[in-house]
Nanobody, 128 residues
Framework: QVHLVESGGGSVETGGSLVLSCAAS????????MGWFRQAPGKQREAVAA????????YYADSVRGRFTISQDNAKNLLYLQMNDLNSEDTAMYYC?????????????????????WGQGTQVTVAS
């Protein structure tokens, strides 16, 4: 099991930027894949971005591609989500997720059921 704690959420104006962090314990390498998901009030949880641990390729939802960047720092056991050009549709609770059960192909990384452990979330609010 991997314990995840997100941070970095907050309120920002349209067009602004935020960086979310996810601290993983005991380590990022306790998993083979990690991702960011979000859930707005009254909506289902949706994928934002994901990547394989030790990899450099990020996989993105169409709605954030070109604006968001996922990255990892294995020395610090941190997963990041750089979010630029934010708009009101990005307002949601953002969750970090770790997957360690089995292996999942890249084509399935943007599915919540590909992940086993979840953080408590950090709120992002974009003022229109």
């Amino acid at each position: 099991q991997v314990h995840l704690v997100e941070s970095g959420g907050g309120s920002v104006e349209t067009g602004g930027s935020l960086v979310l962090s996810c601290a993983a314990s005991p380590s990022l390498r306790s998993s083979n894949r990690m991702g960011w998901f979000r859930q707005a009030p009254g909506k289902q949880r949706e994928a934002v971005a994901a990547m394989m641990i030790g990899g450099t390729t990020g996989y993105y939802a169409d709605s954030v591609r070109g604006r968001f960047t996922i990255s990892q720092d294995n020395a610090k056991n941190l997963l990041y989500l750089q979010m630029n050009d934010l708009n009101s549709e990005d307002t949601a609770m953002y969750y970090c997720a770790a997957g360690w059960r089995g292996w999942v192909p890249p084509s399935m990384l943007l599915r919540p059921d590909s992940f086993n452990d979840w953080g408590q979330g950090t709120q992002v609010t974009v003022a229109s």
